[in-house]
């Protein structure tokens, strides 16, 4: 008989927890219950690797409309399948207005299949002959490993850039505000973007940039002044390094970006707001010191760019005269600023290529998305990656809203005056609809008594260069010819004679009251900023007040629906900060050409305030209204 506790059975009086031992009381033997052991911890492992297993990497679904495709390979294609991926190609240029990105390797869902070696190099040259046949160029801008499956063999996806050749100079031109406290580097950081040298560390680098005299002497923006940065097909920059003139740039580029550089000072910010509301930039770009952080006006800069709805990406300048650990400090105090309640920004610091591609195709994809650069003009520290973003960067708006805008009539805002020699009046500003020619007849208003005047458009200019054709949402300078330029004024429309334009004396608009030192009442005055219009104004009455700060007073319809009905019960007389309201507005001076539903800003000292237009007054219905308002409150 054999031992049972020589041959390592232990007995269950031996066994405190049970083990070996069922509930029958069997003895079990150390060999079987390893056998067990050994199969019930490969059964667990292999259901932990199907558990752990990675899942696929995904991309959002394609979209039928945009600038963006997903291709899975384009391994030697048909001529009719290459003449389909052509076509397919040419629209997506048409939809991103001059570019499109093609991600190689994804399927249509959006699922990382992924390349191997040979198939990308197949599907690169594919596309580069369909780029070729529509008359563009590509770009990689990266490569990335998709390994998700350790028994597949490593595969890539492809990031690529399509740029169209710019015909008849229909280059894509996106326009871009500087903002920023005083002292920040913003016209250093212009000038070694557009001229393509570092700075000296003195601010030699700037000296192009200002238009005065003044300027010079104390390195301080006073004005609003523009510079150009082109990219061409290629992705390469094309600035003014290798002695070009701007219309060499123009013609060798096919993106274009528009710096309107702003002052920082808080006594020219009547100019900074002018140039934020009249020039319609498609981005704003705030530059904040990395030794000074936070100070001044750049608060008040980045409230100005999100009370507009621009979107706005961080440049944080003068890396070079700090320790790293002060540029931290820097990023750290402006991520808790962007992470605000107020704010609800998303910061995404930038600090490779791939950072750099990333953040300018998400930018424009979410409105929360904020990306900080740190960068040196002195050293050209992280410089590459701002131009890396800079090319990448797509427009706001789809080939489907610019053929809209189109096909309506003419409306181009008057927000700069000039006379040259020989030539004459000069208008510049921004073509807001429709489609402007050489030799086409507008009229031009209101003047003092509001009337518009007939006038012809002699030759135009875009970017210093000629250009026969003006577009909706291009800037360009018009001229007038021998058009007196005493009638004109900032602040006017040149508009096609068809559209009969509406003027205002009066206005109402739907408004939230960002701050005021005590009330905001009848009679109060303050400067308003609607598009390129400025102009003292004064609150004629208040009605459908309600604070935004208790959304238990009513919802948004009932908001809406008090705004619309004009209920003469609820005329109020004065207006705290926090509180929204219906605002009606007499300007002091002249009538103004004003649009429905366009944004507005005001102030007067410390009062700030922002809304949109709800409605128009014409002259006729002034002294009307007045004589209603009047009746209104004696009823009260």
């Not at 903002?179 to 557009?194: C, I």
Request: one cysteine or more; aromatic letters at 6%; proline letters at 4%.
């Amino acid at each position: 008989m054999v031992d049972l506790s020589e041959s390592g059975a232990v007995s269950p009086g031996h066994n405190r927890h049970g083990q070996g031992s069922g509930n029958n009381g069997k003895k079990t033997s150390k060999k079987s219950r390893t056998r067990r052991g050994k199969r019930g911890r490969r059964r667990r492992n292999k259901k932990n690797n199907r558990n752990n297993k990675t899942p696929p990497p995904y991309f959002p679904p394609e979209a039928e409309e945009g600038n963006i495709e997903y291709k899975l390979k384009l391994v030697n294609p048909t001529q009719y399948r290459f003449e389909h991926l052509a076509t397919q190609l040419k629209w997506r240029l048409q939809e991103g207005r001059g570019e499109a990105v093609y991600q190689i390797g994804v399927e249509d869902n959006g699922l990382l299949v992924g390349l191997t070696e040979a198939d990308m190099k197949a599907s690169l040259k594919t596309l580069k002959r369909m780029a070729e046949k529509v008359g563009a160029d590509i770009t990689l801008l990266r490569e990335r490993e998709v390994d998700y499956d350790s028994d597949r063999n490593t595969r890539k996806i492809a990031e690529v850039l399509v740029r169209k050749v710019p015909d008849d100079q229909q280059f894509l031109d996106l326009r871009v505000a500087v903002l920023g406290n005083v002292d920040s580097g913003k016209s250093t950081l212009l000038g070694v973007l557009t001229q393509g040298e570092l700075d000296n560390g003195r601010g030699r680098a700037r000296l192009n940039l200002f238009r005065h005299l003044h300027e010079i002497q104390t390195g301080r923006t006073s004005s609003i002044s523009f510079e150009i940065l082109g990219f061409n097909s290629k992705g390469e920059v094309v600035n003014y390094s290798e002695s070009r003139t701007a219309e060499e740039i123009c013609e060798s580029s096919s993106k274009m970006i528009t710096f309107i550089d702003l002052a920082g000072h808080h006594k020219y910010l009547k100019t900074t707001i002018f140039g934020l509301t009249s020039y319609c930039p498609d981005f704003a770009m705030l530059v904040v010191s990395a030794n000074t952080g936070i100070a001044g006006t750049t608060r008040e800069h980045l409230g100005l760019a999100m009370a507009l709805k621009v979107p706005i990406f961080i440049v944080v300048s003068k890396v070079d005269l700090c320790s790293r650990g002060t540029v931290e400090r820097t990023v750290r105090q402006l991520e808790r600023v962007l992470k605000q309640p107020g704010c609800n920004k998303v910061p995404m610091v930038v600090s490779n290529p791939d950072d750099a591609v990333t953040a300018a195709q998400q930018f424009t994809q979410s409105a929360c998305i904020t990306p900080i650069f740190t960068l040196s003009s002195v050293s050209g520290e992280s410089l590459d990656l701002l131009k890396v973003f800079l090319n990448i960067l797509p427009p706001l708006s789809n080939s489907k809203e610019q053929e809209e805008l189109m096909q309506q009539l003419t409306e181009f805002q008057v927000d700069e005056i000039y006379s040259v020699p020989d030539v004459g009046t000069v208008v510049g500003g921004t073509l807001y609809s429709g489609v402007c020619r050489e030799g086409e007849r507008l009229v031009v208003g209101p003047t003092d008594e509001g009337r518009f005047l007939r006038l012809k458009v002699g030759s135009i200019q875009r970017n210093r260069s000629a250009c026969r054709v003006l577009r909706a949402g291009q800037a360009a300078t018009l001229a007038l010819g021998s058009f007196d330029r005493s009638l004109l004024r900032k602040g006017m429309v040149m508009v096609s004679p068809k559209m009969n334009p509406t003027i205002c004396c009066q206005f109402e608009a739907a408004i939230v009251l960002l701050f005021h030192a005590k009330t905001f009442r009848r009679g109060s005055q303050v400067t308003v900023h609607v598009g390129n219009v400025r102009q003292t104004a004064t609150v004629e009455c208040l009605h459908g007040k309600v604070s935004y700060r208790s959304q238990e007073v009513c919802d948004q319809a009932a908001i809406l629906w008090l705004f619309v009905c004009n209920a003469s019960s609820l005329l109020q007389e004065e207006l705290r900060t926090g509180e929204r309201a219906v605002v009606r507005f007499r300007f002091i001076k002249h009538p103004e050409y004003l649009r429905l539903g366009a944004k507005l800003l005001f102030r007067e000292g410390v009062t700030k305030g922002i809304g949109h237009v709800t409605r128009l007054l014409p002259p006729s219905q002034n002294h009307d209204q007045n004589q209603n308002h009047d009746q209104n409150l004696q009823e009260l």
